[in-house]
């Protein structure tokens, strides 16, 4: 990390998980070690089946490791935990309350009510830029706006980590590529931590300084890479040299992998 | 000017379809008519007028009314404990799979056999009157409505759970704040399929030697071939059944407006 000397937000050590599949163990993630620091943005690329979205899930608290540890500020993570935030691919909004209602659930499960609520819920409404929307259910919203209102919930909720499973898998290239751009901006501004899965190695590399690129069967961390490009970047970063050259190399690895699934 | 435009042709959608039922009432009373006119159907369908004719009458034989409250007591009442039972034991089903396992299969079988094959051995064990009439209805009421709240709950998205999971919910605010409203529409559309087998039982319910009630009152009237009255009762029973579902639609789009996609 160029040096710097960060704290350590987050450390996985040595997860493994394995299902009793039907033919016997089936290993999903054996051994995975990854240290990541605070204010860090962190991308993870690999082909579908390499247990980046159970890594997720591990991390996360929803899914226990067969053996090894996730911990979190050096605590050991057991269960869901609100110093961790998650942002699903199918956005998860719940239908029958409001984009408003959505953003506050988080906070009136920490006991915030009333107001204080509505005026956190609104600066993050803001920030996604969906003020006019704030009384609309999420059927009325597409699928971007629909993002947006999970981007804003998981930050209402202030969790020191996010964790993003593939957010923009589901989006047109337009909306996706816009959406970058937002949270690249909200986390030059914020500095959360971010750990964000992600099959798009041009996605991967315009968002994180380090990008991890997962193999398969049984998922474990292939190589990181540390992406030296300079922040802010925008679409016109894509086109650099460097981000070409990195591009190449996260590829063709990525690429290999997926013929190995195929395999 | 463009909100006019829309309130316009809102208002036009809306008095089309009025238009539309009004235009299939009236093919519906046209071939009604056709058919009390063919001499091989005209003895069951006496036409719109003789059968109206027989309102007065059936309330001068001091039956009508007592009929319809007779038959929605027992058809409320049954209906109502269906629901009661079915909630507690589709949720039960959703939440532990040994209740499911062994309660399951026994729904699955009992809802294929028509109520008025089982009618006779409840009319042994609960006697005559209102009691039999009450236990088929809330036994066909409770089988559909079990099997459809259940089926909606163990259907809910399990992302939504996690998601509140990840935001702080714990159990008790999962079950209230998220499993109770995302099975709500379910439990809407079992109320509404639970109304409309409530009704359609109600012939079987009321062959357990009831003292009034529309679908007893038609069985005695066929004995004497009254088909004018019959008809009537039946016309009733659609009434009824057609101004049920409507309420419980209304409800429904109040309750459930939020959902992606309705109607089952």
Known sequence: ????????????????????????????????????????????????????????????????????????????????GLDRGVVFQ??????????????????????????????????????????????HYPKELSGGMKQRVAIARAYAANPEVLLMDEPFGALDAQTRTQLQQELLETWEKERKTCFFITHDVDEALILGQRVVIMSARPGRIKDIVDVTIPYPRNQATKMTKEFLDLKNQIWSQVYQEYLEVRK | MKNDEKLTTKLSEKNQSRLWLLLSVAVAIGFWTLLSVIPKTARCFPNIIVTMKQIPVMIMRGVLWKDILSSLISVGAGYLLGFVIALPVAILMAWYKPVRNIVEPWIQFIRNIPPLAYVPLIVIAAGVGRKPQIIVITIATFLIMCVTIYQGIINIDETLLKAARVLG??????????????????????????????????????????FAGLGMRIRSLNNNFE??????????IGIIGITVEKLIKILERKLTGWQEKREI
């Open chain 2, 227 to 236: 088909t004018e009255p019959m008809l009537l009762y039946i016309i009733i």
């Open chain 1, 1 to 80: 990390m160029a040096g710097e000397a960060r704290n350590i937000k987050l450390r996985i050590d040595n997860v493994k998980k394995s299902y009793q599949g039907r033919t016997g163990e089936v290993i999903a993630l054996n051994g995975v070690n990854l240290d990541i620091a605070e204010n860090e943005f962190i991308t993870v690329v690999g082909p579908s089946g390499c247990g980046k979205s159970t890594l997720l899930n591990i991390i996360a608290g929803l899914l226990d490791a067969t053996s090894g540890a996730v911990y979190c500020n050096d605590k050991k993570v057991v269960g869901t």
């Open chain 2, 169 to 210: 919910a714990k159990d008790r605010d999962i079950f209230v704040r998220v499993l109770a409203p995302a099975s709500l529409p379910f439990i809407l559309t079992a109320v509404r399929l639970g109304a409309s087998v409530a009704l359609t039982t109600l012939i079987a319910a009321e062959s357990t030697g009831a």
């Open chain 1, 90 to 135: 199918q956005y998860a909004l719940f239908p029958w309350l409001t984009v408003k209602k959505n953003v506050m659930f988080g906070l009136e499960m920490k006991g915030i009510k009333g107001k204080e609520a509505e005026e956190i819920a609104m600066k993050y409404i803001k920030m996604v830029d969906l003020e006019k929307f704030m009384n």
